[in-house]
């Protein structure tokens, strides 16, 4: 069993920046990835970035590369995504997810996490 509990949503300016952190206990192993997903009212859920938690190899959607950032801090068993130049289209619930696929393809589908946070929302106004 993970436990994953999100924080560091808000309500942002567009052009502004947040962090998101993910706590995460329990079977927190070294095969494990950490991921963070998004839903905007009215749409999927959407895949913004992935973490391993060994040796900390990030993985992006291809239009959340460049402005967001991913990692890890496995002395905290924490994960962040930093997130800048937000815009509008950004304002969603963003989710903390953990998986043990090894599978980098499946790693964007919402299907492939066993384990969700609670969420965190961030508001981007324009």
């Known amino acids: 069993q993970v436990r994953l509990v999100e924080s560091g949503g808000g309500l942002v300016q567009a052009g502004g920046s947040l962090r998101l952190s993910c706590a995460a206990s329990g079977r927190t192993t070294s095969s494990s990835v950490l991921g963070w997903v998004r839903q905007s009212p009215r749409k999927e859920r959407e895949f913004v970035a992935a973490v391993t938690w060994s040796a900390g190899v990030t993985y992006y959607a291809d239009s959340m590369k460049g402005r967001f950032i991913i990692s890890r801090d496995s002395t905290k068993n924490t994960v962040y995504l930093q997130m800048n130049s937000l815009k509008s289209e950004d304002t969603a619930v963003y989710f903390c997810?953990?998986?043990?696929?090894?599978?980098?393809?499946?790693?964007?589908?919402?299907?492939?996490?066993?384990?969700w946070g609670q969420g965190t929302q961030v508001t981007v106004s324009s």
């Open positions: 997810a953990a998986t043990y696929s090894t599978s980098v393809i499946a790693w964007e589908r919402s299907e492939t996490y066993d384990y």
